[in-house]
């Protein structure tokens, strides 16, 4: 009795043994009788395993047999495809629909009142969120242009304050440099006119009336 192989390793190793025998009875058939050969495995990890005969291919032996059997492989699979395709257009129509009233080029005649009332909802519901961005974008603005003028009046205050600065600095070196002229001069002078008066002075040893040496 022929029954699964519960053990996995086991299981792997007679499949490959197997499979390698199954291929080259295939290949013997083909070569030994000339028979078109095409063959497809499966292992239990879903691995793919195919041979066809050199002198054709996987196609040419489906075809061969939807002729021989009347079965046609592919109805099943062109109509999944053709209703993939009948969905994809009615996507594409409602999508150009939707860009078409976005723009304003597309007459709304022709929908329906649920349509329109929808439409109605989605434009306002549109509104809502750019005049929700405008204000953010806005605001974003405002608060980026009083920090501009916060910076500038800053840069400006500064300047200014270091402005005055260097204006003080020559007014109080006048005024220092004029104190000391004031005081030499004022030295200088006392000097100079006790030098003057000196000669003015009576001689006390001389015989003249007037005070002056003969």
């Known amino acids: 009795e022929i029954k699964r192989i519960e053990n996995q390793t086991n299981r792997q190793v007679t499949y490959s043994k197997r499979r390698a025998g199954i291929l080259k009875k295939a290949n013997e058939l083909n070569v030994l009788c000339d028979a078109q050969v ?16 050199p002198n054709t291919t996987m196609k040419k032996t489906f075809d061969m047999y939807q002729l021989a059997s009347g079965c046609n492989l592919w109805d099943s699979r062109y109509e999944k495809m053709q209703e993939a395709l009948k969905k994809q257009n009615e996507i594409n129509r409602k999508l150009r629909r ?12 022709d929908m ?35 920090k ?57 040893h001389g015989d003249g009336g007037f005070g002056f040496e003969g």
């Open 112 to 146: 329906s009142f649920e349509e329109l009332c929808g439409l109605e909802q989605h434009l306002h519901s549109s509104v809502k969120i750019v005049a929700q961005r405008k204000y953010s974008q806005l605001t974003t603005q405002t608060e980026t242009s009083k």
């Open 38 to 53: 095409a063959m497809i495995m499966f292992s239990s990890s879903d691995k793919l395993t195919e041979f066809v005969s």
């Open 148 to 204: 501009k003028v916060k910076n500038l009046e800053q840069m400006h205050n500064d300047l200014l304050h270091e402005y005055e600065e260097k204006l003080e600095e020559p007014y109080a070196l006048v005024d220092h440099e004029g104190l000391s002229a004031l005081e030499m001069a004022a030295n200088g002078a006392s000097h100079i006119f006790s030098f003057r008066l000196q000669p003015s002075q009576p001689n006390l």
């Open 98 to 109: 939707e860009i078409g009233r976005r723009v304003g080029g597309e007459d709304l005649s």
